[in-house]
């Protein structure tokens, strides 16, 4: 495939030698995520819930690239999957240095058609879903690892109808700051990537021309951001590279919100 022919002209390998899980790794930013790990050299574990064809398809491109791959379902809202998936990973690949906590889901309600199931749902994944992760993760994580969680500019800017789904991502930001404050004392790194307008198949197919047009016009780099764009400053705060950041969510949005 020429992406993963690309992809082996990457730079030194920064995460040789480590364990990354990247939950909701099966597409888009999360698959972008998963193979630039892999690409620079760490092994990685990705977790699905319903795509599994997907999932099979990135861990066959991690192989492409010469690492290891490793796919696994779970549900991020279960308590016992989320035990179950860590356990499965340390027992198969014996610890985790790197996890990322892409999981999330979006719904778009204005505030008048919100219900608690609605709340709920969204809440689930991505809140309770990345604690209930980094808890379990920390068991088997050693001293000196990274934790990113993958935010949004939404938690930054209003969208009108994203009320509870800017909430979440507002939550994530705050547990980015308090957690790197409470894991500093084992030189875990605790970070936050938050892209902006992205490409994704639900944007190109659902997004019209002229929205498109003007979040381009908006964004100071000129163009709509890529899964890659957002794959790199995971990588970097990852790597040793990005080992005096913390407690910090990047914005990765080409300039979208400035």
């Known amino acids: 495939m020429k992406a993963v022919e690309a992809r082996k002209e990457v730079i ?7 364990v990354a899980l990247v939950t909701g790794g099966a597409r888009g930013i999360g698959a972008a995520i998963a193979l ?43 308590k016992q999957d989320t035990e179950n998936l860590i356990d499965q990973i340390a027992k198969q690949l014996g610890k985790l240095d790197i996890l990322v906590n892409n999981a999330g889901v979006y719904e778009h309600a204005p505030v008048e058609q ?32 990274r934790i990113i969680n993958i935010s949004s ?3 930054r800017v209003s969208m009108p109808g994203a009320s509870v789904y800017s909430a979440t991502k507002a939550a994530l930001d705050t547990l980015t700051r308090i957690w790197a ?27 019209s021309d002229e929205f498109k ?4 016009a908006k964004t100071a780099l000129g163009r709509i951001g890529r899964p890659d764009d957002i794959a790199a400053a995971v990588a970097f ?12 969510t990047i914005a990765a949005d080409g300039g ?3």
Do not use: C
Request: zero cysteines; a negative charge; hydrophobic letters at 40%.
């Open 12 to 18: 030194a390998k920064r995460l040789t030698g480590k």
């Open 36 to 78: 630039r790990l892999a690409e620079e050299g760490a092994t990685v574990a990705i977790s699905y819930v319903r795509s599994k064809d997907k999932a099979d398809e990135v861990v066959s491109q991690i192989a492409e690239l010469g690492a290891k791959g490793l796919a696994l379902k779970a549900d991020s809202s279960s």
């Open 213 to 216: 047009d003007a979040m381009i």
């Open 114 to 145: 919100i219900d608690l199931e609605h709340y709920e749902r969204v809440f689930d994944v991505n809140v309770k879903g990345v604690i209930a992760t980094t808890v379990a993760a920390l068991k088997h994580m050693p001293d000196g690892g």
């Open 153 to 155: 500019g939404a938690a």
């Open 181 to 207: 404050q409470d894991l500093g004392k084992r030189r875990i790194t605790v970070n936050g990537v938050a892209p902006g307008t992205t490409e994704s198949d639900m944007f190109n197919t659902a997004i």
């Open 237 to 248: 705060l990852a790597s040793e590279d990005g080992r005096w950041v913390t407690g910090h």
């Open 256 to 258: 979208i919100n400035i």
